[in-house]
């Protein structure tokens, strides 16, 4: 069973920076280092979205266009964590935010399909004042 765990939401002014972390359990790390992740999140009212996501090895990323610049995920596979470093955060990233890992192994681009992740987190929630 894999499990993931999201951490470090919280409350933060416009302009402030968050980071945040998805730890995952029930693997040992090579089985870990074989998977890319993702991080989507969902506002009140809407559809989950992609956020970013990352290789397996971490040589590849991807962002959705409203975070490029702002956000930057890594991953730490010896830790069998993920994060997401949020900068410059405004009022429309409030959301909750949930880490997801990408069901294939090795795959050489990062996943940005919801359909393409298999195991998700319980999400943490964003929110960002004005």
């Known amino acids: 069973q894999v499990q993931l765990v999201e951490s470090g939401g919280g409350l933060v002014q416009a302009g402030g920076s968050l980071k945040l972390s998805c730890a995952a359990s029930g693997l040992i790390v090579n089985f870990y280092g074989l998977y890319g992740m993702g991080w989507f999140r969902q506002a009140p009212g809407k559809e989950r979205e992609f956020v970013a996501a990352i290789t397996w090895s971490g040589g590849r990323t991807s962002y959705t266009n409203s975070v490029k610049g702002r956000f930057t995920i890594s991953r730490d596979n010896a830790k069998k964590t993920v994060y997401l470093q949020m900068n410059s955060l405004q009022p429309e990233d409030t959301a909750v935010y949930y880490c997801?890992?990408?069901?294939?192994?090795?795959?050489?681009?990062?996943?940005?399909?919801?359909?393409?992740?298999?195991?998700w987190g319980q999400g943490t929630q964003v929110t960002v004042s004005s």
């Open positions: 997801a890992r990408d069901q294939a192994r090795w795959r050489d681009f990062p996943p940005i399909r919801r359909n393409e992740y298999d195991y």
